[in-house]
């Protein structure tokens, strides 16, 4: 037991000293990013030389932003200074699916986990977050453990063409319904033309639930 406490206390420090310098190359990283830093995102640090981690500031910093490669001068408690060197990779939480989901499917809460996956790798498109991605209709074949692009998911279809739908027409206070048929598919929000079966008329809707269009005026 007492080998055991004598070890803790002679790796502590050293555990403690390599955080301080990885938490500094991070903080400077994080300063050296252009544009907007993305939500969530980390740098994960790793140095060629792990001897020296004994630094209480990084004096000078230099970093290519594509490859994360960095070099920097470290100051250490006793004003030495000293080279250190390595990669920070960016990286950031990924909603992925656990296995393929097909065109038509729709992607659920079990679907998918969160992984941190480097930034550089992640297309201009692709979803970051959960939320814009549960409860979409699969749009393209979605890979298992692939980052999902935006537009291969889409919001999910509440109107098919040629489906007998619920026209309800808003005038004000004044709600009223009719029976009407779809002449196109159509998602949340979106517009889509309709026969209103009582006239035989076609009119403009706005899909807003599962076979239920709405015309406001």
Known sequence: MLAVLLLAVLVTPGLATAERLTKLIEERAVGNFSGVFPASGRYDIKLVDETRTE????AEFWMDERSGKFIANAVSDTGDIFRIWGVATLTVPVPLPIARKLPGELVSESDIEMF???YARLGAFAILDREALVGMEVRRMLPANQPVAR????????VERGEIVTIEYRMGGLHLNARGRSLADAHLGQELRVV?????????AVARAEGVVVVER
């Open 55 to 58: 630094a209480e500031y990084i």
């Open 116 to 118: 941190r996956l480097p």
């Open 151 to 158: 537009q291969s998911v889409m919001a999910p279809t509440l």
């Open 196 to 204: 209103n079966l009582s006239g035989n008329k076609t009119i403009t």
